[in-house]
Every structure is written in C-alpha cells, then in structure tokens.
C-alpha cells in the first residue's frame, strides 16, 4: 500500500523535475547525515539535490455540519536540499541552482495530478558555506486531496 499511496506519489513527482534539471547532476531521496557523507560522495555527482518527505497535516474541517466525507485537504512539506561544490563563485552557484530549482517546480503546480490542489514554495533563507561546499534548502508546501483511509 505504501508504495501507492498519495504521499509517496507526490514525492516521487517532486524528485521528477528536478531530475530534468541540467545543471543538478544526482537527486536522491535518502538524506546526508553530515559533511562526512558530502565528502565521500563522487565530486562529479554534484550538485545534488535530496528530496526528504515530511507527514502530511490535514487541515481544520471549515463546518460543523456533520457530514460524512470521505475526502480530507492535507499539505505535506517535502524539503529539498541542494548541495554544491565551487570554489570560486558559491554564492552565485546557488542563485542559479535555486531559481533552476524555483522553475521546475512551479512549471507544473499540481504536480500532473488532478488531486493535488497547489504547490507553495518558500526558500531557507539560512544557505550554509564550508570551502568548498555549499548549501540550500527550500520547502515545497503541497496541498492536496485524499481519503481518510490513508495519506
């Protein structure tokens, strides 16, 4: 069930733009956990771009009609974190990377399914600098429609 449910759908959605983008060579969705895992990881595999899904939140029922319904509005928060390597210019690495990143988001915004309400994203504005890595993150809040028996 888990493979099919709406949640893993969306994120597998997500990580399929950003796969298309150019200038991001690998886009996983297992997380680093820490500048070891950078380090080791092949330099001519970045910039990498990590897909992390967080758990949907319904949101508040907007009556006190009691009806029965079926369907539920929830947003689930998938983070990407991009992780680049330059030397020379990081900061404008990651402005192109971001706004490479913005666009293929925003290009679909319903994702290709007609359950899926809206995308929203909101950059971090923390961006992490050690020579000669560098880091950004940017939340995509995605709104969308599923049942009460699962998520």
């Known amino acids: ?14 990580k399929t733009p950003l796969e298309a983008v150019s ?8 997380p680093l ?4 895992d950078l380090e080791a990881w092949p330099q001519t595999q970045l910039p990498l771009a990590v897909v992390l899904g967080g758990m949907p939140v319904p949101s508040e029922k907007l009556s006190d009609r009691d009806i029965k319904l079926d369907k539920v ?3 689930l928060t998938a983070t990407i974190v991009v992780y680049a390597l330059d030397n020379e210019n990081p900061d404008t690495k990651i402005s192109n990377l971001a706004d490479d990143v913005w666009a293929a988001l925003y ?7 007609s359950w899926v309400l ?8 923390d961006v992490a600098f050690w020579e000669p890595y560098a ?6 809040e995605i709104t969308y429609i599923h049942t009460k028996g699962g998520i």
């Not at 200038?23 to 297992?30: F, L, N």
């Not at 956990?33 to 070891?36: L, M, P, T």
């Open 135 to 140: 880091a950004f993150s940017i939340k995509a």
């Open 73 to 75: 509005r929830s947003t």
């Open 107 to 113: 290009a679909d915004m319903t994702l290709g399914f």
């Open 118 to 125: 809206s995308i929203r994203l909101t950059p971090d504005a």
């Open 33 to 36: 956990q820490g500048i070891s």
């Open 23 to 30: 200038a991001i060579e690998t886009v996983e969705r297992k």
């Open 1 to 14: 069930m888990a493979s099919n449910s709406k949640r893993e759908q969306i994120l597998a959605k997500v």
